[in-house]
């Protein structure tokens, strides 16, 4: 049918795949901002893992340019007296600090490094985890990877400011302090990694620190020696302190510092764009959609995301309720049966493989007792590692104690998770054959074992890198054996308190309601522990549950000091009609030190008061957030507060100097108003860590990989291929497949071969063609010159003469039957022996022709009177 009225405009929707970051870093140019703000309102961004960009630990996309430091050598020796004094427990060294230029920041970094040190004792934040190093000594590794492990290591000490950096609790960039802190507890726990560095400086050491601090060794065996720095402080421990204190300082010298600064948050995005997100862990803070803003609203802020699941300390709901609510939260995972074990019991020194070991034991009991009390008894055959207990060993440590313990009968393989790609693999017991457990590979152990899969393969899953990697071809085994490729899973959470963590390492097996879970836990209230011989048992009824749940939720409700604080960036840059925010506080340590930095933050919280608080539209959207934490807080006065124009002014002062350290406690309601919006913190000083280099240096190895890559480069212009169809809903269109043109079309195979092969047999001649299919020439694999202008014009023509499938179908066969009967081109006389001509030798009696009989090589021109090297005359 015809319409009769106006033609309807036509509009064309263009789509665009890119990371978030990626599309953060993009807000940070002029010429981008300028073009796209005028149409921000055209622009729909959909997000999968919303919780990745919107977790309040990941804000902050941040571009910064780097310049040396110039740090003095009065400086550089507080900085080592202090990390020392901090390192031994022996409080602020008092003369250094008092003969400082600035005691009082002195004093200040001297208990912000002790609580660094009190953090990662904890095994879920060591030293490793936070730094995110990978190497030999330290953490499972890639064997063929070492050099470029080591080498990522240095780049994180010389450089604490990164092009990407994500605000970890308290951190708007990498933390500097944190850092130099950090350096000396490597320095000290870890010298060997050192050793490079020290050969390279070890030249510069003067006669007079020799004097002072390495008189117990030879001066020119020191300096012009080769003997590692391990070795010396292993052989001479007297001098371990002299020479970590040289190499401290080189360190620090080579620190980078930050120059300039432009980020955007994630919050930017929300404001200044319609958004739609999708996520499996929804714990994300509450903020106003774009046509919330737009419409210039002073209401309720909507909810973004569902909180009916959320269950708070201050409702202290009934056991009923809460259940009922963490079953919504549950979705269809909503048969979870798990048992909580003790982790001091089993965990008890720094000897990896006899924590593993005891976990094998436990769980052995575990299913010894299923057994004899006639309840079904589930082989062990996952565990997960999420807080990092196995950091030091390696794949083959743990292969080694699973064949010592199961015995050679019970497991084949054991999975695990390739530390240089993220790969699957799969090593073998009986072998150090290390495989990729792909999907070739799964087919054959199917074949091989059947059902029996699952008892032959032990899955090692490390959680802690690898966040969010599901387990392959679980969910294709149950379909086809009716049962779980996961018996039974024990996640060793031990000192992590985060349930969404817990949850998602449980949620490695994708069949969380058929597979039953042992999670090790520290400090487990003692009311709470289970009885002996109670079992698994259903995840919602359990009262440690209900606590971690809890707490979770109040954590996330809170947030901490840096999500309010870039809340506030965001309504900054939303009242200065601006994307990004350009940081004039750029290292705000060096501040600090030189006592520059009261009159900074004075000028940046008036600069916030003025816009935020000035325009109505910002300041009721803060007063709605902050509003929203109070009212579920424990404590009664501070839910009870309310939220004034001046009560807001004054805690927005105190929120900007808390964020920069320069805020005293009050003895006030704002103090509780502070503590309240810092969240999981235990004091009012911010301790913070990144993990980006970690991220970085794995991106440098998927680039190296010989994998698939999540981007392709874009072709010439020339040789890229131009289809379209018009649509009101393309959505819509796409769920009829059988009239979907550009999903058929993928499938349609090109007349034009990609290959061709002749070869001779019984005397005569025959020919191979390959053709390849759209979706071929769509993939990463293709050469971009194979899409010459024979093959655009084909494949545009059928497609603007919308072309039958069958009839193209048709024409493709004629096309490949005419090519395999086309006549061969005349080529050169067989018997003809030019140049380049391919031949094998044969017939030749001399010692070295002997050697040569058989093989084959191509005819080269002579030289002269002689062959090319190596060629045979």
């Not at 149409?39 to 910064?64: P, S, T, Y």
């Not at 440690?544 to 809890?550: A, D, G, M």
Request: aromatic share 10%; proline share 4%.
């Amino acid at each position: 049918s015809f319409s009769r009225g106006p033609p309807k405009p036509r509009i064309t929707k263009q789509i665009f795949v890119t990371s978030f970051n990626l599309f953060k870093k993009a807000l940070t140019y002029d010429k981008i901002c300028k073009k796209v703000r005028p149409f921000r309102e055209h622009v729909l961004v959909i997000a999968d893992e919303v919780d990745d960009f919107m977790d309040r630990d990941k804000l902050v996309f941040n571009i910064c340019s780097n310049k040396a430091n110039d740090l003095d050598r009065p400086t550089l020796e507080l900085y080592f007296q202090i990390s020392r004094a901090a390192y031994r427990g022996e409080g602020c060294p008092k003369d250094p600090v008092a003969s400082s230029f600035n005691p009082p920041y002195w004093q200040q970094l001297s208990e912000k490094f002790e609580a660094i040190h009190a953090e990662i004792q904890d095994a879920s934040r060591s030293v490793n985890k936070s730094f995110g190093i990978f190497n030999e000594a330290t953490l499972r590794h890639c064997s063929t990877n070492i050099a470029h492990d080591i080498e990522g290591y240095k780049s994180l000490i010389a450089r604490p400011y990164e092009s990407v950096n994500r605000a970890m609790p308290g951190s708007y960039y990498s933390d500097v302090e944190r850092t130099i802190y950090l350096t000396y507890v490597v320095l000290m726990e870890d010298t060997a990694k050192y050793d490079e560095l020290f050969q390279e400086e070890r030249k510069f050491i003067s006669f007079e620190y020799w004097s002072e601090h390495l008189s117990q060794l030879d001066y020119d065996d020191l300096v012009y020696g080769h003997e590692r720095l391990s070795d010396l402080v292993t052989n001479y421990p007297a001098t371990k302190e002299g020479l970590t204190r040289f190499l401290y300082s080189i360190i620090l010298r080579r620190m980078e510092i930050c120059d300039k600064s432009r980020s955007v948050n994630s919050i930017d995005v929300v404001f200044n764009f319609a958004c739609i997100g999708f996520t499996g862990t929804p714990f994300i803070d509450n903020y106003p959609t774009f046509a919330y803003i737009r419409d210039q609203r002073e209401d309720e802020i909507p909810g973004m995301i569902d909180r009916s699941f959320y269950a708070y300390s201050c409702e202290e709901l009934p056991a009923a309720d809460f259940e009922r609510r963490f079953a919504a939260f549950q979705g269809q995972n909503n048969n979870v049966l798990v048992e909580y074990v003790p982790s001091e019991g089993v965990i008890r020194s720094t000897d990896e493989m006899a924590t593993l070991k005891a976990i094998f034991a436990r769980e052995d009991r575990a299913t010894a007792a299923a057994a004899a009390a006639g309840q079904p008894a589930y082989g062990f055959n996952v565990l997960v590692d999420l807080c990092g207990i196995f950091k030091r060993s390696s794949i083959h440590d743990v292969r080694d104690l699973v064949l010592q313990h199961f015995g050679p009968d019970r497991f084949a393989f054991v999975y695990h998770i390739d530390q240089a790609d993220s790969s699957d693999r799969v090593l073998c017991m009986d072998s150090d054959t290390d495989v990729q457990f792909d999907e070739e590979f799964y087919k054959h152990l199917c074949q091989l074992y059947g059902a029996g899969l699952r008892e032959k393969v032990f899955f090692f899953v490390d959680n802690r890198n690898v966040i969010g990697k599901d387990i392959p071809f679980q969910l294709v085994y149950q379909r086809r054996f009716s049962q779980p490729m996961f018996t039974k899973s024990a996640v060793v959470a031990h000192d992590v308190d985060d349930f969404s963590k817990i949850w998602q390492a449980m949620g490695r097996s994708r069949t969380m309601n058929e597979t039953r879970f042992s999670i090790y836990k520290s400090a487990i209230p003692h009311e709470m522990l289970p009885k002996d011989g109670a079992g698994v048992q259903d995840i919602r009824a359990q009262a440690l549950t209900r606590r971690l749940y809890v707490s979770n939720c109040d954590r996330r409700m809170m947030g901490n000091l840096s999500s309010i604080y870039q809340t506030l960036i965001a309504l900054l840059n939303l009242a200065k009609k601006s994307f990004y925010f350009s940081d004039n506080i750029v290292n705000s340590f060096l501040e600090k030190m030189e006592m520059t930095i009261a009159g900074k933050v004075g000028r940046h919280q008036e600069d916030l008061v003025q816009y935020v608080l000035g325009a109505a539209v910002p300041a009721r959207i803060l007063e709605h957030i902050i509003t929203d934490k109070f009212q579920r807080s424990t404590n009664r006065e501070l839910a009870a507060h309310r939220l004034t124009p001046e009560v807001l002014d004054t805690l927005l002062r105190h929120i900007v100097q808390q964020k920069f350290e320069q805020r005293a406690p009050t003895g006030d309601v704002y103090d509780d108003c502070i503590r309240l919006l810092s969240g999981e913190q235990e004091s009012l000083m911010e301790i913070s860590y990144t993990k980006q280099q970690q991220k970085q240096k794995q991106k440098q190895k998927q680039q190296n990989k010989n994998q698939d890559s999540d981007t392709m480069d874009v072709f010439d212009r020339q040789h890229q291929l131009l289809l379209e169809i018009d649509t009101d809903d393309y959505f819509k269109y796409t769920l009829t497949p059988q009239s979907d043109l550009p999903r058929i079309a993928f499938n349609l195979p090109i007349s034009v071969p990609i290959l061709s092969l002749t070869y001779m047999l019984g005397g005569s001649k025959h020919r191979i063609n390959v053709y390849p299919t759209l979706q071929f020439l769509y993939s990463h694999h293709i050469q971009a010159e194979y899409i010459t202008k024979e093959v655009r014009g084909l494949v545009e023509d059928s497609w603007k003469r919308r072309a039958d499938p069958a009839e193209f179908c048709a024409r493709f066969l004629e096309a490949a039957a005419a090519r395999v009967h086309a006549p061969f081109e005349e080529e050169e006389d067989e018997g003809a022996l030019t140049t380049g001509k391919l031949v094998r030798v044969h017939g030749l009696t001399t010692e070295k022709g002997v050697r040569l009989n058989g093989r084959c090589g191509r005819i080269c021109p002579m030289i002269g009177e002689k062959p090319p090297d190596g060629r045979l005359g």
